[in-house]
Every structure is written in structure tokens, then in C-alpha cells.
């Protein structure tokens, strides 16, 4: 069926096939990557947008020798099915099978582990440095969007470069994206670099110039005009790279494997300092659907080839979309709310709220250091500062967050999405660690809501506080219960259930899953109480002294790592109390979770309903008959 793509299994085969071969093969690429992505979900439109790139890169370079390197990674497939993993490209994401993500596990084409942004930059400088200093000798590529460009680690990077007296090859793969439209400064710049407004408007001013010399100042244009194209590559087009240190090609058509091919051999020549090659794509190209909608088709899951539809069946509203609806509902009411986004204004829910408000959200680009200590100023000077951020992401400030938040007890709001297991993503981007990092900090109180009210609920009441509040909650779906929900309560946590066997402590959105536990350890005749903690910190303290008074064991149950998370805690106050207490930790035991659907990750990590009963069961048998 892919009849070029048949006949390449590693990089050496491309070398065997002439231009046209390479655009049969590239539409092949396009059609079986939109075949594997519309079953497994992914990353689709990066790729499609680098299929020609990353062949160009692979007949001038030769991998695994020369080291190449992808910023973030979302967009590798195409690498990956050139590197040895044609086959394997059909297990994509799942369970066992290969990772969204350049991973040197499992190919030693993949010489750098990506997923999150811009670091792509700083690890190929340090590669070249080590080869350097080994006194070895090959290319070291880096390929970066325009969007990753924009991120703090990138710009460290890019000026260090200038003084390591190094070569690297930056690819800056500019597609005019992010997620979203690209924002900033920056992104502008390579605006007028694309369409040569800064040549221009260079053009104009010689001109004038010149005009002002009497007699000979027209011939003067003339001749300068005549060496335009010196103008134009050596003093005008992209002087901010050149003067970073850095020769600049470009802008290319990144659609073009021979320009390519032709410029890449060209940035090999250049041993001592680092070049920059400008190539220009386009994002979802080939594929119509995704063109036309790059940001729905950024990350998908499983969809109809023909129409673009989602097969994602969907009972209710996620998380993201809970938050979106209830901030811009309390932003009707409070003219304070302002909301910030590190360049995920869709993944977050936070279109909404930008759509009715404009003014007042703020989209700072791939930036979660700089959002953070933005939030901080505007909390400053006296709105309310809600950031909305993935669990993951939120790593990259954590100095921020307690340097310019906490010390200083400013009210700004962490809605983090992403908390706990995100699936196919993988081990870059599962949140379970937030917990361990955040309630260690001074000043700040952090919530965790059982269901998509409860989260409406903590968004509305955290509003109220004086300080920094953090709200986790999942990916996906929000859950539902018929029960009515109560008010939330600083530091109050809630029983569900009453049971005399044990004690299950669940947070967020493992309370689903301890409704079920207790309901089949119900039909072994073991009663458990239940308690919703709502509040990771401050603990309820008044609640555990209560459950501790029952000397019955207590489980807790958190979708975060077992290190420092909400287990933990309770273990830490019952210590600092003094309290004999029988308590099991259920977290996740492992801080690196591979990649597939929740579920089967949940039961990998011994976590899902079955494994947690069984647990249980065992340990209350064991304790009844006194072999504690
Ligand atoms: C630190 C961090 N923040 C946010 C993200 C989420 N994210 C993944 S890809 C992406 C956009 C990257 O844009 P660009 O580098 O231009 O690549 P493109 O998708 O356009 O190919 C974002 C924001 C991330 N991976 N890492
Ligand atoms: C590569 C990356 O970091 C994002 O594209 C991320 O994969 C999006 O995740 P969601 O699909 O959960 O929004
Ligand atoms: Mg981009």
C-alpha cells in the first residue's frame, strides 16, 4: 500500500532515491502517519508539518553518528519511522508499545529523551562540547519550533552559545504556531524575517538616504541596490541571530528537501561557530483537515480520516471546560479575575474565558517561569491572578512559585490541569508529582476537588482567600455524583461513608474510585468509612484526630507519587502527634510511569479498583487475626 515507504527502513535507503521518489515517499509518510495517529491519537499536525524536513535532515546527515536532537519531540514521527521503527510506529502511545516522545531506550537515533520545551538548545551545546573536548568529530543538529523558541531555557541557550565557541546546527522550524498562534516579540521578528519587511523597510532607508546626496546620490543607490542580495542575507536578515553569535540561513521552504539539503550541507562547513538555519513549514500540511485547524489537530485522539471527527465518546464535560465555564462566569462578577496561560489556552479551557474577556487573559507563550512571576505582579498591583497550568509544566517555576508567590503570601491562583496520570502522553507528562512539590511551601493552601462541582466550588471559594491556593485536578472527564455536594470549608474535609471496618482517605479524583472500592468491599461484608480530605493542606487535623480515635486501619488513596505526597502528610502528622495509627499509603510507587491508556497504567501501578481491594481485604485479615 506505501510503496516508496516499503522500501525504507533506515535512514541509508532514503540515500537511494532521486527527488521525485522523495515526494511519492513524503506523501506516504503523510497517509501512514495519519493512519496510525487517527487510531492511536497524537501528535499530528507537527509532524506532518516536518515530514520533508526530517528527510532532508536524514540524507545529509548521518544518524546515529551525527546526533539529532527535538525540541519537545511531539514532532519525531516521522523520524521514528525512518530510524528502524517503521513496524512499530502502529504502537504508538499504547501500552508496550513506542513512545510519542524521542526515548534513547528505545533507539540510539533518539540521543536526547524530549517532552517538555526548549531544551533541545542547551543539551546540544553541552553534546558539543563533550565531543569537542574528546576531540571527536561529527554534527550536532537541534530542531526547535518557533513557538519552544520562544521559552527562558531556549533563550539562555541561545545567548551561551556565542562564547562555547562551538558548532551546532539550530533548525528553527518556524510554522508560525505554537498550540496556538505563536505570541510575542520574538514571534514577530521571524514574522518580518519571513516576509522580508525588515529588508524593506532597510530598502527605504537607504533610499532616502542616499536621495539626500546631491548629484551622485542616485548612482550610489543604484550600485547598492545592485548588491541587494548582499543586503538582504549578509546585513539585514536575521541580524539578531548574527549578532547572538550565530550564522543565520534563511528564510527556506521547508517543504523543499533539495533548498534543504543544499543549505544543510552548507551549515556542515561551519566548525567553530553555531549556525542557524530559518526553515519555514506549515503546520498539518498535506493532510487539508488539519491545516485548516492546526490547534484542534495539535494533539487528537482517535478521529475519521475523511471528516476530522473525534471518536472520543464523551458522557459529560472535562475538567479543563468546568474551569473554563465557572472562571468566566466569576469573571461577570469581579472585574479583578485576570487569567494567564503558558501557551495553552485550549488544553486549559481557557478559550472562553478569552473569547468574552480579552483584555484579561494573558497568553505569555511557552514561558511557565515568567507566568508565574507575572501572576505575582499582577497580584501585586491588586486583581487576582488565576494561572492555569498542567501539573507538569508547572515544574519548570517551581522557584517562582515559592520565591515570588509564597514568601511573599500573594493571592494568585494555580488552577492545575494534568494533576495525576495523563496516559498516552508518557513519563514526561504524567502529574503526580504537584502534591510532593507544593505543600512543602510556606503560605500556600492546596485543594483537590472530588468532582467537576466541587471544583466550581474551590474555584469560587479560593477566591476569597487571602494567599496562594492551589487547586489539582485530572485530565479528562469530570465526575458526577446524584448526592447533593456540601459548601467547602477552609481545611475541612467531608465523610461520605460510615464503616467500622476501616478507613479509606482519598484526594480528588481517587474519591471515585474509593466510592467503588467501598462499594465491593461492601458486598465482602467490610464496612469502610470514607473520607473526602477536599484539603491537602492544611490538613483537616480536628478529622484525623477523629479517625485516629477509632483504631481501625486507614488507607489513603492519591493520584501523586508516594514520596512527600498526601500519604505522607498524614503519616507526618499522626508522627507529630504521637498517634499510634495502622496506615497504608496507595500512590504511585514509581516517579517514571510509561506511556498508555489511565487504566492500564492505574493497574500497573497497583492502584486500580481490583488491586486496591485486594490490598485492603488482605491487610484487615492479616490485622483481625492479630498477626500484626
Ligand atoms: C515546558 C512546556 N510547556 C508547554 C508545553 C506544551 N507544548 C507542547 S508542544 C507546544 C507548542 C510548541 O510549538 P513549536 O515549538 O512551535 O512546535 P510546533 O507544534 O509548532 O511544531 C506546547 C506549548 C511543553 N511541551 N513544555
Ligand atoms: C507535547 C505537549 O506537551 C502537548 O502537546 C501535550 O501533549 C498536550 O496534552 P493534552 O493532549 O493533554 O492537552
Ligand atoms: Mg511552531
Not at 476537588?449 to 469530570?478: C, D, F, H, Q
Amino acid at each position: 500500500m506505501y510503496k516508496f515507504l516499503e522500501k525504507i527502513n533506515n535512514p541509508e535507503d532514503l540515500k537511494n532515491l532521486n527527488h521525485d521518489e522523495l515526494d511519492y515517499l513524503s506523501q506516504d509518510i503523510r497517509d501512514y502517519i495519519i493512519e496510525v495517529v487517527s487510531k492511536n491519537g497524537g501528535h499530528l499536525a507537527s509532524n506532518l508539518g516536518v515530514v520533508e524536513l526530517t528527510l532532508a535532515l536524514h540524507r545529509v546527515f548521518n544518524s546515529p553518528k551525527d546526533k539529532i536532537i527535538w525540541d519537545v519531540g511531539h514532532q519525531s514521527y516521522v523520524h521514528k519511522i525512518i530510524t528502524d521503527r517503521k513496524e512499530s510506529f502502529k504502537t504508538l502511545r499504547t501500552l508496550g508499545g513506542i513512545s510519542g516522545f524521542p526515548k534513547a531506550s528505545e533507539s540510539p537515533h533518539d540521543v536526547f529523551d524530549t517532552g517538555h520545551s526548549s531544551t533541545s538548545i542547551s543539551a546540544a551545546l553541552g553534546m558539543a562540547k563533550a565531543r569537542d573536548l574528546k576531540g571527536e568529530d561529527y554534527s550536532i543538529v537541534a530542531v526547535i519550533g518557533d513557538g519552544s523558541l520562544g521559552g527562558g531555557l531556549a533563550l539562555e541557550a541561545l545567548n551561551n552559545a556565542a562564547n562555547l565557541n562551538t558548532n551546532i546546527i539550530l533548525i528553527l522550524n518556524d510554522n508560525e504556531m505554537s498550540i496556538s498562534k505563536n505570541v510575542g516579540g520574538l514571534s514577530t521578528y521571524l514574522g518580518r524575517l519571513r516576509t522580508g519587511k525588515i529588508y524593506f523597510k532597510f530598502k527605504r532607508e537607504m533610499e532616502f538616504i542616499f536621495n539626500k546626496i546631491p548629484v551622485v546620490g542616485k548612482s550610489l543607490y543604484k550600485a547598492a541596490y545592485k548588491c541587494r542580495d548582499w543586503f538582504k542575507y549578509l546585513v539585514v536578515k536575521g541580524i539578531m541571530f548574527e549578532e547572538l553569535g550565530f550564522k543565520y540561513l534563511g528564510p527556506i521552504d521547508g517543504h523543499n528537501i533539495k533548498t534543504m539539503e543544499r543549505i544543510l550541507s552548507n551549515a556542515k562547513s561551519y566548525k567553530k561557530h553555531p549556525v542557524l538555519i530559518h526553515v519555514v513549514t506549515k503546520k498539518g500540511n498535506g493532510y487539508r483537515i488539519a491545516e485548516d485547524k492546526p490547534e484542534k489537530y495539535h494533539s487528537v485522539g482517535p478521529f475519521l480520516v475523511e471528516t476530522g471527527e473525534s471518536l472520543t465518546k464523551s458522557n459529560g464535560r472535562s475538567y479543563s471546560s468546568v474551569f473554563g465555564d465557572k472562571i468566566a462566569e466569576l469573571a461577570k462578577k469581579d472585574e479583578k479575575i485576570v487569567a494567564i496561560t503558558a501557551a495553552m489556552p485550549e488544553g486549559t479551557g481557557l478559550n472562553k474565558f478569552a473569547e468574552e474577556f480579552k483584555d484579561r487573559v494573558f497568553d505569555v507563550g511557552i514561558a511557565e517561569q515568567h507566568a508565574v512571576t507575572f501572576s505575582a505582579g499582577l497580584a501585586k498591583g491588586g486583581f487576582k491572578p488565576i494561572f492555569a497550568v498542567y501539573s507538569t509544566f508547572l515544574q519548570r517555576a517551581y522557584d517562582q512559585v515559592l520565591h515570588d508567590i509564597c514568601l511573599q503570601n500573594l493571592s494568585v491562583i494555580f488552577a492545575i490541569d494534568r494533576a495525576g496520570l495523563v496516559g498516552q502522553d508518557g513519563e514526561t507528562h504524567q502529574g503526580i508529582f504537584d502534591i510532593s512539590y507544593l505543600r512543602s511551601l510556606p503560605n500556600i493552601t492546596l485543594m483537590s476537588p472530588k468532582s467537576g462541582k466541587e471544583l466550581e466550588n474551590m474555584l469560587e471559594y479560593a477566591l476569597k482567600l487571602e494567599g496562594p491556593v492551589a487547586i489539582r485536578y485530572p485530565r479528562g472527564e469530570a465526575a458526577e455524583y446524584s448526592f447533593e455536594e456540601k459548601p467547602v470549608n477552609y481545611g475541612k474535609g467531608e465523610i461520605l461513608l460510615n464503616g467500622d471496618d476501616g478507613i479509606i482517605i482519598a484526594e480528588g479524583t481517587m474519591v471515585k474510585r474509593a466510592i467503588q472500592v467501598c462499594e465491593a468491599l461492601n458486598k465482602q461484608n467490610i464496612n469502610m468509612t470514607l473520607v473526602n480530605i477536599r484539603f491537602i493542606k492544611p490538613l483537616d487535623e480536628h478529622l484525623l484526630d477523629e479517625m485516629a480515635s477509632k483504631a481501625i486501619p486507614i488507607y489513603t488513596l492519591e493520584d501523586n507519587i508516594f514520596e512527600g505526597g498526601f500519604g505522607s502528610s498524614i503519616l507526618e502528622y499522626y508522627s507529630s502527634k504521637e498517634k499510634d495509627v495502622a496506615l497504608k499509603i496507595f500512590a504511585h510507587k514509581n516517579g517514571i510511569i510509561t506511556h498508555g491508556e489511565t487504566s492500564e497504567l492505574m493497574k500497573l501501578e497497583k492502584l486500580d479498583n481490583d488491586s486496591i481491594c485486594e490490598a485492603i481485604i488482605s491487610d484487615i485479615r492479616v490485622r483481625k487475626n492479630g498477626e500484626r
